[in-house]
Nanobody, 115 residues
Framework: QVQLVESGGGLVQDGGSLRLSCAAS????????VGWYRQAPGNQRELVAA???????TYADSVKGRFTISRTNAENTVYLQMNSLKPEDTAVYYC?????????WGKGTLVTVSS
C-alpha cells in the first residue's frame, strides 16, 4: 500500500508560481513512477508530469518549460514547481504512484489561476 498526500495548491494570478508537494508513505520501495495529473471542470484527467525511480522525467507539451517535477528521496516527497501559470492551468492536481502493478491516487489539491 502507498498513501499520497498533496499540498501547496491555492489561488495565484496569471504569471505567478506555485509549488505542489506530494508526500508518500507506505511501501515506498515498490514505487516505479510518480506523476502529477490534473483535471479541470468538464475535462478528462490528464498527465502533467512524471518522474521515474531512475529520475527520468516526462512532461505534457502544454507545461514544458514552465513546470518542473523533482523528488527528494530523504523526504519521500515529489514536487511540482509551476512557473508562468496561466488561467488554463486551473484544475485539481492529483499525485499518482505506480507500484508493483497497482496505481494509487491522492485526494488532490486545487490550483486556481486568475486572469
Amino acid at each position: 500500500q502507498v498513501q499520497l498526500v498533496e499540498s501547496g495548491g491555492g489561488l495565484v494570478q496569471d504569471g505567478g508560481s506555485l509549488r505542489l508537494s506530494c508526500a508518500a508513505s507506505g511501501s515506498l520501495f515498490r514505487i516505479n513512477v510518480v506523476g502529477w495529473y490534473r483535471q479541470a471542470p468538464g475535462n478528462q484527467r490528464e498527465l502533467v508530469a512524471a518522474i521515474s525511480s531512475f529520475g527520468s522525467t516526462t512532461y505534457a507539451d502544454s507545461v514544458k518549460g514552465r513546470f518542473t517535477i523533482s523528488r527528494t528521496n530523504a523526504e519521500n516527497t515529489v514536487y511540482l514547481q509551476m512557473n508562468s501559470l496561466k488561467p488554463e492551468d486551473t484544475a485539481v492536481y492529483y499525485c499518482n504512484a505506480k507500484a508493483s502493478g497497482m496505481e494509487y491516487w491522492g485526494k488532490g489539491t486545487l490550483v486556481t489561476v486568475s486572469s
